[in-house]
């Protein structure tokens, strides 16, 4: 196994981030970040960075519910300003399109916040 030795300040911030947003690891950009749906892997297996200090909390979550929340809140102002839907197929719409939204989002914004971290050298990185 190789190991590469970086300093945490000359990480790039941007990178990481999209890397981890793409679910790939932030350092090699191949490996991947998370197994299943929301489950951190140990290690990447393409560069072999120690994924185990990966500390997302509930962060995701948070930044997940802030995005849909608002991109939702836009989109019921325009369908009701546009067709004026009946309130069941307003809110049956709206609905599916938030849980889908959330759910496409949530391990994208994990993975995001390992990248960041990674860049920051936070948490053990």
């Not at 679910?23 to 990447?44: F, I």
């Not at 509930?58 to 067709?83: E, K, N, Q, R």
């Not at 914004?109 to 990674?118: D, L, S, V």
Request: proline share 4%.
């Amino acid at each position: 196994m190789s190991t590469v030795v970086e300093n945490a300040g000359e990480r790039d911030l941007r990178l990481a981030v999209r890397r981890g947003a793409g679910l790939k690891c932030p350092r090699c950009g191949k490996g991947r970040v998370l197994h299943r749906y929301l489950k951190v892997n140990k290690c990447c297996e393409a560069c072999y960075l120690d994924l185990t200090h990966a500390r997302a909390d509930d962060g995701p979550a948070y930044f997940t519910i802030l995005i849909v929340c608002h991109l939702v809140g836009f989109a019921m102002h325009f369908i009701w300003s546009t067709w004026e839907p009946s309130p069941l197929v307003m809110a049956s719409t709206v609905s599916a399109g938030a849980i889908a939204l959330s759910l496409l989002l949530l391990p994208r914004i994990k993975g995001a916040m390992i990248g960041f971290q990674w860049a920051k050298g936070l948490h053990g990185f």
